[in-house]
C-alpha cells in the first residue's frame, strides 16, 4: 500500500498530538490522586508528607513550569511537606527552606521508599509497559516493555512502584530474582 508524504506527515503529526495529550491526562490525573490524599490530610489539619522517587535528583522550581528558575533540588528518597496546592502536575512545597517552591507529581509518591538495589524478575503473564515516570505514559521502542521472565535492576520501591533500569514498573509484576 502506497501513502502520500503529506498523509503519512499527517498521520505522524495525529499521533504526536495524541501523545501529548495521553501525557497531559496522565499527569493531570496524578495530580488528582495526590491531590485527594493531600485534601484527606488537609481535613486533619496536617500538611502532607511526600517522597521524591526518582533516578538521581529533581528540581525544585519557583513555578509550577518546567521551564522556570530552578531553586534547589530534592534527592530521591527524600521528603518534603506540601500544603495540598497542585497547578498543572506540580505540587507546592512548603519546606524547602526560605523559598516558596514546586516540583512536579510524576517524582513524587505518598509512601516512603525503600532503597532496594537487587534484581527482579518479570511476573506477569503479558509484557509490562516501562513508564516515564509514576503512572506516567508508557517509554517509547522496545525498551518501553518488559516481558514475563525477564530480569530487571531495581532501585528504588515506593508502595505499588518500582523505579527499575528500564523505568517505572508497578510492584505487582515484580518478584524479587531468588538467583
Not at 502506497?2 to 495524541?18: D, F, G, M, N, T
Not at 518501553?144 to 505499588?160: H, P
Request: charged letters at 25%; glycine letters at 8%; proline letters at 3%.
Amino acid at each position: 500500500m502506497y501513502y502520500k508524504p503529506e498523509v503519512i506527515h499527517e498521520l505522524a503529526e495525529e499521533k504526536k498530538r495524541s501523545n501529548r495529550v495521553t501525557a497531559a491526562l496522565l499527569a493531570m490525573l496524578i495530580a488528582v490522586v495526590i491531590f485527594a490524599a493531600v485534601s484527606i490530610s488537609r481535613a486533619s489539619g496536617e500538611d502532607l508528607r511526600c517522597w521524591v522517587l526518582c533516578k538521581t535528583y529533581v528540581h525544585l522550581r519557583m513555578r509550577p513550569d518546567k521551564d522556570s528558575t530552578e531553586v534547589g533540588r530534592l534527592d530521591c528518597g527524600e521528603s518534603f511537606l506540601t500544603d495540598g496546592e497542585t497547578r498543572n502536575g506540580w505540587i507546592h512545597v512548603i519546606d524547602a527552606g526560605d523559598c516558596d517552591c514546586w516540583v512536579y507529581s510524576g517524582y513524587v509518591v505518598t509512601e516512603q521508599p525503600e532503597a532496594v538495589f537487587d534484581n527482579y524478575i518479570c511476573v506477569a503473564n503479558r509484557q509490562v509497559a516501562c513508564r516515564r515516570w509514576v503512572d506516567g505514559p508508557r517509554i517509547d521502542g522496545r525498551l518501553g516493555w518488559l516481558k514475563n521472565g525477564n530480569a530487571v535492576s531495581v532501585f528504588w520501591i515506593a508502595g505499588d512502584w518500582a523505579l527499575t533500569s528500564r523505568g517505572y514498573i508497578r510492584t505487582e509484576w515484580l518478584e524479587a530474582d531468588p538467583g
